[in-house]
């Protein structure tokens, strides 16, 4: 299994990002994916899920209007759009693949909001 997280960077509050979480190793179109992050000194959260189809989603409340999950399973591949981002969105995100009690992490893309 292996997860490549990229798309990340530094921007303006009120900005958008667009992060990518490129999959291999496994059948990803029948596995439900999820974003995590972590801040600094914070325990790991998640962020959004989804369905190997695509079908149902999971937001996180403080992310709720203003991330966006979405997945293409003829690419490997999951997104994550992020607009409208906060300060408080600053964080490594990390691109999560859960088999019963196994997880799967990819290594993190760091999202800076700063002015």
């Known amino acids: 299994v292996q997860l490549v997280e990229s798309g990340g960077g530094l921007v303006q509050p009120g900005g958008s990002l667009r992060l990518s979480c490129a999959a291999s190793g496994f059948t990803f179109s029948s596995t439900a994916m999820s974003w995590y992050r972590q801040a600094p000194g914070k325990e790991r959260e998640k962020v959004a899920g989804?369905?190997?189809?695509?079908?149902?989603?999971y937001y996180a409340d403080s992310v709720k209007g203003r991330f966006t999950i979405s997945r293409d399973n003829a690419k490997n591949t999951m997104y994550l759009q992020m607009n409208s981002l906060k300060p408080e969105d600053t964080a490594v995100y990390y691109c999560?693949?859960?088999?019963?009690?196994?997880?799967?992490w990819g290594q993190g893309t760091q999202v800076t909001v700063s002015s």
């Open positions: 999560n693949r859960r088999t019963g009690p196994f997880d799967s």
């Open positions: 989804i369905s190997g189809a695509g079908g149902i989603f």
